[in-house]
């Protein structure tokens, strides 16, 4: 019998999106609080993590009421969950959905008047408003919202599971830092991708196959397309099957095991990662893409990285050697 697994991969239930990762939000003149945000300067934010499962969390803070935050760069636009905004209005939304998993049921917007990180501030940010219940339930988290794209393309965005932190660094509109006192750490690559729609699009090889991998931090595992060519397919070792629900409560059966032999360059290449064998079909439809898999948990886990997306960049930062 197929073990029954409760996961969320964001990247390919819809094309919305979701919030802020920084000190504070108004959301209808109500703020919002990150809690234990540390301003390294006026342009950077740090920001402790945990991990909920494979999900990472941040905590928050609305009205006084504790909750947590999903960081996901595979959402486009900030979502909130319609269980803890009952009572602020909120319109019917035009746009439909689609996924793996196909339509979320009962999609809403709602316009977040003003984001702010001390002197840095955002206004008229969009929001998507969904019923994340099952979610709340199945990872016991109060779940306020998630934070995505719309928020985090502003930021040079470094991605910490070592550290267990986020780093948020304001950039220009060519992509510079507005700070050059941020990192201590050392790049030890510098790897191009393409942004589809809000989708980071990097060519990749399993083996000696090229493929196109999209990269999702709310993917908590790694997926390969069913119609991967056999030569690529052949370094994924299947080992059960197991049943996912996502956010439109649908529950579909896939193949899970290990994928190896992924490299991204001559410098960066992973050990196995743990990855589910799926059909991508309606991912790719929803965003325009041709994708042979989704990179989650295990790429971050493997790879400390910097994610610049007005210069469509990754730097990536080897995790140290333990001695």
Do not use: C, W
């Not at 609305?62 to 905004?85: A, P, Y």
């Amino acid at each position: 019998m197929a073990e029954r697994f409760f996961l969320l991969i964001l990247l390919v239930l819809y094309k919305v999106g979701i919030a802020n990762t920084d000190n504070e939000i108004v959301f209808n003149s109500i703020p919002i609080r990150l809690k234990n945000a540390t301003i390294i300067n006026e342009y950077s934010t740090r920001i402790p993590f945990k991990l909920v499962d494979r999900l990472i969390v941040i905590e928050g803070k609305i009205k006084g009421e504790s909750g947590n935050f999903i960081i996901d760069t595979g959402s486009e636009t900030m979502i909130l969950n319609k269980v803890h905004f009952k009572t602020y209005p909120f319109q019917k939304a035009t746009k439909t959905t689609s996924g793996i998993l196909k339509n979320v049921d009962k999609l809403f917007e709602k316009k977040i008047e003003k984001l702010s990180l001390k002197e840095l501030t955002l206004k008229d940010k969009q929001s998507d408003i969904i019923d994340l219940s099952h979610i709340e339930k199945s990872k016991k988290i109060k779940l306020l919202g998630i934070i995505g794209f719309n928020i985090l393309k502003d930021y040079e965005v470094f991605i910490d599971l070592y550290l267990n932190q986020i780093t948020l660094t304001k950039i220009d509109s060519e992509g510079n830092t507005l700070s050059d006192k941020i990192y201590l750490e050392k790049i030890s690559d510098t790897l191009d991708f393409q942004l589809k729609n809000h989708t980071i699009v990097i060519n990749s090889y399993i083996g000696k196959e090229e493929v196109t991998l999209a990269l999702d931090s709310g993917a908590e595992f790694n997926q390969i397309h069913k119609g991967i060519s056999k030569k690529a397919l052949k370094h994924f070792y299947p080992q059960k099957r197991i049943k996912l629900i996502g956010a439109s409560k649908k529950e579909i059966e896939v193949v899970y095991g290990n994928l190896f032999r992924v490299r991204l360059s001559d410098k960066t290449y992973f050990g196995p990662m743990k990855t589910m064998l799926t059909n991508l079909h309606n991912m790719n439809k929803a965003f325009g893409t041709d994708l042979d898999g989704v990179l989650g948990h295990d790429f971050f886990a493997q790879r400390r990285v910097i994610i610049n997306y007005r210069k469509e960049k990754l730097y990536i930062i080897k995790y140290p050697l333990i001695r």
